[in-house]
């Protein structure tokens, strides 16, 4: 009897290997728009406004939900609210299911998450006892919109905006997804795990 260690074992039975990253997240911001000076800069010489307020960001971010919402209607792609328990993967793992395209919109998912945000607070002047307004940052818990797509490359994918100021994004990938589909190009048959492969 021969004995073998595991590296020998597993080299010897190894169909194949995979080196990716597992899940990638991409963020998307303004450098900029991520300090309370950028953010008076914005409004002051951006936007025009004398003084700086959260006060004058709520009509951006009441387009940027109209802008989703109309997007939603006019290529008919379903626009859900997640319960607050609900696994998103799930939700996401009915639509592919579903799916009759290669590429494009699944669905749109939108949750209540916790976002750094900027806000705005009072001070008050020690010589005149006059209030003013003071940009602060905070966090809250505003809408974040979640586009699941399917790619055909990437797989399912999903791409995160905030709907509050300075409205940041995520994309999120898989590795494991992206070699599904390599696999599938190739036309090499495979077996599936949710989040790798289990053979080929």
């Known amino acids: ?97 579903r799916a009759s395209f290669a590429e494009g919109v699944l669905y749109i998912g939108k949750a209540q998450e916790k976002a750094a945000v900027f806000r705005t607070i009072h001070k008050r002047n020690a010589e005149t006892g006059k209030s003013y307004p003071w940009i602060s940052r905070g966090t809250a818990l505003p809408n974040h919109y979640y586009f699941y797509l399917l790619d055909e490359d990437f797989g399912p994918l999903f791409i995160k905006f905030c709907s509050y100021f300075p409205y940041a994004i995520k994309v999120c990938i898989n590795g494991h997804e992206w070699v599904k589909r390599q696999l599938a190009k190739e036309g090499i048959a495979f077996e599936a795990l949710d989040n790798g492969v289990l053979s080929c």
């Open 1 to 97: 009897m021969v004995s073998q260690n595991v590296a020998e074992i597993i080299k010897n039975h190894v169909v194949l290997e995979v080196e990716c990253i597992n899940r990638m997240y991409l963020n998307g911001y303004v450098p900029e728009l991520q300090t309370e000076g950028g953010f008076v800069h914005f409004v002051r010489k951006h936007l025009g406004f004398p003084i700086a307020s959260t006060a004058v960001i709520s009509p951006l971010s009441q387009a940027v939900i109209h802008a989703i919402e109309v997007f939603a209607k006019d290529q008919h792609v379903d626009l859900i609210t997640f319960d607050k328990n609900q696994r998103k993967d799930d939700v996401t793992q009915d639509y592919l299911a």
